[in-house]
Nanobody, 127 residues
Framework: VQLQASGGGSKQAGGSLRLSCAAP????????VGWFRQFPGKDREFVSFISRDGDITRYADPVRGRFTISKNNAENTVYLEMNRLKPEDTALYYC?????????????????????WGQGTQVTVSS
């Protein structure tokens, strides 16, 4: 599955962006999908996750209440709605997908558990 992340850009603090993660030629309906972000010189960190059926969502504490993840299996796309953006949200954002069974409940927070990755999309928030 080739993932394509898009929707990044530059916004002022308090603004909104919607990131998209598409899988042309593949399917996200059988995969859990995560969003991660990476700051310069740092490892990728977990942002949000949605289960294959879209009935389970998870968020990192810094974004909970401001970001919303959703999944449209008919469009084969996962969205990350980012509201009330802060300068500390500035990072390169990646989406990732994996359809395998995992042996522990918090697997979705670990980048190493994802088999498919999209290219990053840059989000820049100015104060």
């Amino acid at each position: 599955v080739q993932l394509q992340a898009s929707g990044g850009g530059s916004k002022q603090a308090g603004g909104s962006l919607r990131l998209s993660c598409a899988a042309p030629g593949g399917t996200l309906s059988s995969s859990g999908v995560g969003w991660f972000r990476q700051f310069p010189g740092k490892d990728r960190e977990f942002v949000s996750f949605i289960s294959r059926d879209g009935d389970i969502t998870r968020y990192a504490d810094p974004v909970r209440g401001r970001f919303t993840i959703s999944k449209n299996n008919a469009e084969n796309t996962v969205y990350l709605e980012m509201n009330r953006l802060k300068p500390e949200d500035t990072a390169l954002y990646y989406c990732a997908a994996d359809g395998r069974l995992h042996s522990y409940s918090g697997w979705y927070r670990n980048p190493a558990e994802y088999f498919y990755w999209g290219q990053g999309t840059q989000v820049t928030v100015s104060s």
